[in-house]
């Protein structure tokens, strides 16, 4: 057979040809769509991966020292329907390619074909019971409204979020439980909430988060965020057989518990004797730390502030975060310095004149200086009166040509080291060093000047956080060795502790043990001395040991002219011989009468004998029957919850059915509720009721609560029956 050569070279010409055009025709489309079209596709990517969802994790709990939660995630729901789900009219259409499929189609659906139909009657009689806000009708008007309408995405009870109890209910009506979501048109949208059981107590320390996110702001929720968030998972959609199932490919591993340091008990007797105090001085501002002498732990931390309302809420971290004029506490560290560099000895005796005396032009007075004054004293005695005088000459006088070894040792005794705390914003204390200028004097210097030792060793002129007073002074009670406060003793896991966080020892030893111990005897007679000023500090039962502070604060116009407020504090520790705990109370009021030792030292004496009783136990016989039933005290307020765990405790109730508030009466073993008014726009009467449920009723008609005390609600401001007021305040008091 003869070969034409011709024509297949032709051929193959126009094979490689084509070939080549095509080559060109892909390379030049890839070159386009990285470039012309980068940004659509990356668009398009984002989409094509958003079908990878996360598992948020469970955020683990705050728990006190005694296990006791502080602040925990409790989850609450809203619940959406698609009313099209389920339905059974089917229509016709022409897909793009030709072929017949079919579909939803609104026009053609019907109420009466779909489940949602069929069982609505009684979804709306188990809505009544389980949202009770809105009666049977109402919640039959809702839903057929938006069925009628073919809504997709539907709120099962409008403004009602629903509680874990709520939405486990809701699960068992028709079509809600069915176990496909799918097949029943179900969206479930839940929301971490994090709930504090004590109310405010310790509010600040424990940290809040940003609304409903999980997100930390502050506190311990940020402090320790990694380890209370968790890791999340991730999941995925899949399509099978025209359905969309979701597959795990990580399961989220939920978050650690923090153990915190807190003690509930002790929290709530500091936050009280306070309180009690603000409210009699009309003061601005107090703070509370209590710490354990060995350890550092700190029992209770206590920050108020007065609001508008002329109530006290903890709004600041002030126990960490506020630098403050410490007063007359830093004496303290001041004489102990002195003592320390072998300056001065506790025999040494000062001349404070008539309580005036003129420090480099400067007048500085003794609070006794109407009086005469203290003349000649001796050191003990300096601190015993707390005389400003008394310690500016000793210090001055030893100091003054050498004021940079003075700071020196005030950094080595501790009372000016950083503490290094793990909160955001947490404030390190400020003590100046002086700087000398190119003549080698100090009274030149840009930070310094002649009259700046004498005010620094009294409390002036250096900002000092509490923290870091009290920590000073639990060093001296703790046979000198500094430890870092600590607010968390460890991190558990399902109950079991995996890991503990020890005892941080800052510093070994504050200074020599003869100084160590003469502080501890002028402590000592500062409060259990007849002559000494801090004698409403001490105890009939046991012996305190401590010092009073009162510093001026400036206001605007500086110390003179204006209305100024006064720091008054004090700051010690008990039992003197045995010391178990250390403790600062700080206020600042604008009182007429400024007193550190008969203002702060009252609190400290009520807080110190309040908790000394709580750790003394006593041997109780109680005569037991066996076959008594004994009735749980139950609060008026949601009558859901109680129902709930009393069916779970196996208690006997009647009445309950159809409405979600109520009051509870209890006898023989029985619990009986009644329903109680809850028109939307009346006041409800709350009283008996606990905290969460009183403001939850009073919240959702548009009302601001503010709470005193704990426990439940004993008085409202505003009375029940009264027409609601939105934004108007209600005060509770609860007991």
Same mark, same amino acid.
């Given at each position: ?189 839940? *929301? ?7 109310? @405010? !107590?310790? #509010?600040?320390?424990? =940290?809040? /988060?940003?609304?409903? &996110?999980?997100?930390? *702001? ?7 965020? @990694? !380890?209370? #968030?968790?890791?999340? =998972?991730? /999941?995925?959609?899949? &399509? ?11 399961e989220p591993v939920d978050g650690y518990d923090l153990v915190s340091t807190i003690d509930v008990g002790m929290q709530d007797i500091c936050e009280s004797a306070l309180r009690e105090k603000l409210h009699e001085l009309d003061a601005s501002m107090g703070v509370v730390v209590l710490m354990e002498v060995k350890t550092g732990d700190v029992k209770a931390i206590v920050n108020l ?221 500062v409060v259990n001395d007849p002559e000494g000023l801090g004698k409403k500090a001490g105890n009939p039962y046991f012996h305190v040991s401590g010092k009073t502070g009162t510093a001026q604060v400036a206001n605007g116009a500086g110390y003179k002219g204006g209305l100024n407020e006064h720091l008054v504090s004090f700051c010690g520790y008990y039992p003197s011989e045995e010391p ?156």
């Amino acid at each position: 057979m003869k070969f034409d050569k011709k024509y297949i070279n032709t051929r193959i010409t126009v094979i490689v040809v084509v070939a080549a055009l095509a080559m060109i025709a892909i390379i030049a489309r890839a070159v386009y769509t990285a470039t012309v079209q980068n940004e659509k596709w990356k668009k398009v990517g984002a989409v094509s991966v958003s079908d990878t969802l996360p598992m948020p994790a469970a955020r683990g709990n705050i728990l006190s020292a005694d296990g006791q939660l502080m602040a925990s995630s409790l989850p609450d729901y809203k619940v959406y329907i698609d009313f099209l789900s389920g339905v059974e009219r089917m229509s016709d259409s022409i897909a793009a390619n030709g072929s017949k499929v079919r579909r939803y189609d609104p026009k053609q659906v019907h109420e009466k074909d779909s489940m949602w139909a069929t069982n609505m009657d009684s979804i709306c009689r188990g809505l009544a019971e389980i949202c009770p806000n809105y009666t049977y009708e109402e919640h039959y008007e809702h839903m057929m409204k938006g069925l009628k309408e073919h809504k997709r995405y539907w709120d099962v009870s409008p403004r009602v979020v629903l509680n874990f109890i709520q939405y486990n209910e809701l699960m068992k009506l028709p079509v809600f439980n069915l176990k496909n979501r799918y097949a029943s048109g179900l969206t479930v949208d839940p *929301r971490n909430n994090r709930n504090k059981p004590f109310g @405010s !107590l310790a #509010r600040r320390t424990l =940290g809040e /988060m940003f609304g409903a &996110k999980d997100s930390a *702001r502050s506190g311990l929720e940020l402090a320790y965020d @990694s !380890l209370l #968030r968790g890791e999340p =998972g991730r /999941m995925h959609n899949k &399509k099978v057989l025209s359905k969309y199932l979701s597959i795990v490919d990580k399961e989220p591993v939920d978050g650690y518990d923090l153990v915190s340091t807190i003690d509930v008990g002790m929290q709530d007797i500091c936050e009280s004797a306070l309180r009690e105090k603000l409210h009699e001085l009309d003061a601005s501002m107090g703070v509370v730390v209590l710490m354990e002498v060995k350890t550092g732990d700190v029992k209770a931390i206590v920050n108020l502030m007065r609001y508008d309302d002329g109530e006290y809420y903890e709004a600041r971290n002030y126990a960490l975060a506020a630098l403050m004029e410490p007063g007359s506490t830093f004496k303290t560290a001041s004489i102990m310095v002195a003592l320390d560099d072998g300056y001065i000895t506790t025999k040494d005796i000062v001349d404070t004149g008539s309580g005036i005396c003129n420090m480099y032009g400067a007048k500085m007075k003794d609070h006794n200086w109407y009086r005469g004054g203290y003349g000649v004293i001796d050191v003990p005695h300096v601190l015993m009166f707390s005389s400003n005088i008394g310690v500016s000459k000793l210090v001055d006088g030893h100091y003054h040509n050498q004021p940079e070894k003075f700071v020196e040792g005030l950094r080595r005794i501790g009372i000016g080291t950083p503490l290094g705390l793990p909160f955001d914003g947490a404030a390190n204390p400020v003590i100046r060093m002086p700087h000398k200028d190119h003549k080698g004097g100090y009274r030149m210097s840009d930070n310094w000047s002649a009259t700046a030792l004498a005010w620094m060793s009294i409390g002036y002129e250096t900002q000092i956080p509490p923290i870091s007073t009290v920590s000073f002074y639990n060093a001296i009670a703790n046979n000198g060795k500094m430890v870092r406060p600590r607010f968390v003793k460890g991190i558990s896991k399902d109950g079991e502790m995996v890991q503990e966080f020890p005892v941080e020892v800052i510093k070994q030893r504050i200074c020599k043990q003869s100084t160590l111990d003469d502080i501890q005897r002028i402590l000592y007679r500062v409060v259990n001395d007849p002559e000494g000023l801090g004698k409403k500090a001490g105890n009939p039962y046991f012996h305190v040991s401590g010092k009073t502070g009162t510093a001026q604060v400036a206001n605007g116009a500086g110390y003179k002219g204006g209305l100024n407020e006064h720091l008054v504090s004090f700051c010690g520790y008990y039992p003197s011989e045995e010391p178990k705990y250390s403790c600062i109370v700080a206020i600042r009021h604008a009182y007429a009468v400024a007193s550190g030792g008969g203002q702060a030292g009252v609190v400290f004496s009520k807080i110190a004998q309040r908790i000394y009783s709580k750790n003394v136990t006593t041997d109780i016989n109680l005569a037991k029957d066996s076959l008594a039933v004994h009735v749980p005290r139950v609060k008026n307020g949601n009558v859901l919850a109680a129902q709930y765990v009393l069916k779970e405790l196996g208690m006997k109730t009647d009445g309950g059915k159809g409405y979600e508030w109520g009051t509870v009466s209890a006898e023989k073993g029985r619990v009986t509720f009644q329903p109680m008014d809850v028109s939307a726009d009346v006041v409800p009467n709350v009283t008996g009721m606990g905290a969460r449920d009183a403001v939850y009723a009073l919240s959702t008609r548009g009302m601001t609560v503010r709470m005193k005390g704990k426990g439940k609600v004993v008085s409202q401001s505003v009375p029940s029956g009264s027409k609601v007021v939105k934004g108007r305040t209600v005060i509770l008091e609860l007991k």
